[in-house]
């Protein structure tokens, strides 16, 4: 086995990093983590430190680690076909099997899988699919896609344009003229803090119409949003957002595209977040929880109407003009078919419900009394803190002060992974959705701890 120390120069040297402070990285002011195991919920890095992970990775092994069920499915497939295309038709077991699976799964109006490998390119994929499906119907202005700020859809050039987190923008020269950005449910920051839920959803569905009264209906293929706010805060909506917003879409004939990234195959303690909050989606966006991050795939699912105007396109124009040499990877697609498979033998999506509603309540009751926690909210297996100066309202904490990487740091020596919200004084939870009630405790102890010990400047 080659040393840590060798592993870790060969990093600093090597290996660029996602989300990094590249300098510091590299000046060795920052510690290389290597990762060599894991089983269940708990992950282990080459120095033997074994901890909880609570965010599954990054909210994806929904399954959890060493599940050989899924490790045997890829050998089996990479040893009978490791790879062909999809294009113009070609196809294998495991991918026309999954998309099956999928369907299945998902809300009763949905037609068909487009496979992709992430999240980001998903999301890429579906803003091609809405331009096509109102060019080919003689739309041809119908180019802006509307999201919301504190949203989170990816990195590409589009899907982190339809980002709402300045982080993803900043110095890249984003987002695209194409990309609107209305505002975002996010109860606990509501313009006014007297409004009822009732009054903050219209106040919502005014921005939403002024926006695309501004620009336009006309000019405006389709909105994108998460079915809850992830990366940007685990923010649930309120009480009648989604049907507000919905009916507005439908009045304008606005596409609606569902980001179920993160919400998909049992989160939100239902298969999809459509089904937890009501939802109709003309496209859904997966990835994640599809493999429990076994292997790397995603898809757009899209809705009968969708997929019967691109059929009838390419009757009329040809060949539909996309494509990615990885779609449908069929050593992918058999993780996915494993996971699917091993969420029902564990009855994963009803733990999911029942473990979160545990895990939220309990930190509700360990934190909400100290004096910088301003929320605990959650929904699922989704739980999140939010912090702010003692005293001083909803101020944010200064930057330079990392104050919540700090505690985050701190309940990780307390062998407990949490997450560091961006853009925010967050602490986010996302864990693998085979959690026990015992785990549970175990993430609540080392949280409430680190925040009990730690000297919250005001």
């Given at each position: 086995m080659i040393s840590n120390d060798v592993l870790a120069e060969?990093?600093?040297?090597?290996f660029m990093h996602p989300s990094t402070l590249h300098g510091a990285f590299s000046r060795g002011e920052l510690s290389p983590k290597i990762m060599t195991g894991g089983s269940g919920v708990f992950i282990e890095d080459r120095d033997g430190n074994r901890k909880l992970d609570a965010f599954a990775g990054l909210y994806c092994v929904n399954a959890g680690y060493g599940r050989t069920e899924i490790a045997d499915a890829i050998a089996e497939q990479a040893r009978e076909l490791a790879y062909f295309h999809a294009y113009a038709?070609?196809?294998?077991?495991?991918?026309?099997?999954?998309?099956?699976m999928i369907l299945e799964r998902a809300p009763d109006h949905m037609s068909k899988v487009y496979f992709g490998l992430s999240g980001s390119d998903a999301n890429e994929t579906n803003v091609k699919l809405a331009w096509y499906f109102n060019e080919v119907q003689g739309r041809s202005r119908k180019k802006k896609i509307i999201s919301r700020w504190r949203a989170y859809h990816g990195s590409g050039i589009v899907s982190g344009s339809l980002t709402g987190l300045t982080l993803f923008h900043n110095q890249f020269g984003l987002p695209l003229e194409q990309v609107k950005h209305t505002e975002a449910p996010y109860p606990l920051r509501r313009p006014d803090p007297g409004m009822s839920d009732a009054e903050h959803v219209d106040w919502l569905g005014d921005r939403l119409e002024e926006l695309i009264a501004s620009e336009g209906a006309e000019t405006i293929a389709a909105f994108i949003g998460e079915p809850l706010l992830g990366t940007?805060?685990?923010?649930?909506?309120?009480?009648?957002?989604?049907?507000r917003i919905q009916e507005i879409l439908d009045r304008h004939n606005i596409l609606f595209i569902v980001d179920e990234v993160v919400t998909g195959f049992g989160r939100l303690g239902t298969m999809f977040g459509s089904e937890f909050y009501g939802l109709r989606p003309d496209i859904i966006t997966i990835a994640k929880g599809l493999t429990s991050a076994y292997a790397p795939l995603s898809g757009s699912v899209v809705s009968d109407r969708v997929f019967d105007v691109i059929a009838s396109g390419t009757d009329t124009h040809g060949v539909f003009g996309h494509g990615w040499t990885y779609s449908a990877h069929p050593i992918c697609a058999a993780a996915g078919i494993a996971n699917l498979n091993l969420i029902d033998e564990l009855d994963l999506v009803a733990n999911a419900g029942a473990i979160g509603a545990y895990l939220t309540s309990e930190l509700k009751k360990a934190l909400s009394d100290h004096p910088a926690v301003v929320e605990v909210r959650g929904a699922g297996l989704l739980s999140a803190v939010e912090f702010a100066p003692p005293g001083r309202?909803?101020?944010?904490?200064?930057?330079t002060e990392a104050v919540i990487p700090r505690v985050v740091a701190d309940i990780g020596h307390r062998g407990v992974i949490a997450r560091p919200m961006p853009q925010s004084d967050i602490i986010g939870f996302s864990p693998p959705l085979c959690l026990t009630k015992e785990e549970a405790d175990q993430i609540v102890s080392a949280t409430k701890d680190a925040v009990f010990a730690f000297d919250f400047p005001s």
């Open positions: 060969w990093d600093r040297e090597n038709g070609h196809g294998t077991e495991a991918s026309i099997t999954l998309a099956r940007g805060g685990i923010v649930p909506p309120p009480e009648g957002y989604w049907a309202g909803l101020e944010a904490f200064e930057a």
